[in-house]
């Protein structure tokens, strides 16, 4: 699995990424057919990178999967294990 320079971009941005702490605080991203950044989130979407939950107003939600948010992380960065509790890059609680 791969993600353009673009979908990193994106994937990060869904993380939180960059912070101070090195250590992502959110998973979500929000967007509609009409906005630029849409047919990124299928595309990570069909490679398992992210998933997708339509809403009602026609708006989804994209969240990363572990692998794709683990895709996205930059050395020494980390995941917060409340929304990836099974990661190998998740950081230890207390730092």
Excluded at 3 to 11: D, V
Excluded at 46 to 61: D, H, K, P, R, W
Excluded at 78 to 95: H, I, Q, Y
Aim: aromatic share 8%; with cysteine.
């Amino acid at each position: 699995m791969e993600m353009s320079p673009r979908q990193t971009r994106l994937a990060r941005h869904a993380l939180g990424l960059p912070n101070e702490s090195r250590k992502s605080y959110r998973n979500r991203f929000v967007a509609g057919p009409g906005h630029d950044a849409y047919q990124d989130w299928m595309g990570m979407v069909s490679a398992g990178a992210a998933t997708q939950i339509l809403g009602e107003t026609g708006n989804s939600l994209f969240r990363l999967t572990q692998a794709g948010a683990e895709l996205a992380l930059i050395p020494p960065e980390r995941l917060c294990p409340e929304d990836f509790p099974n990661s190998t890059k998740a950081a230890k609680r207390g730092f």
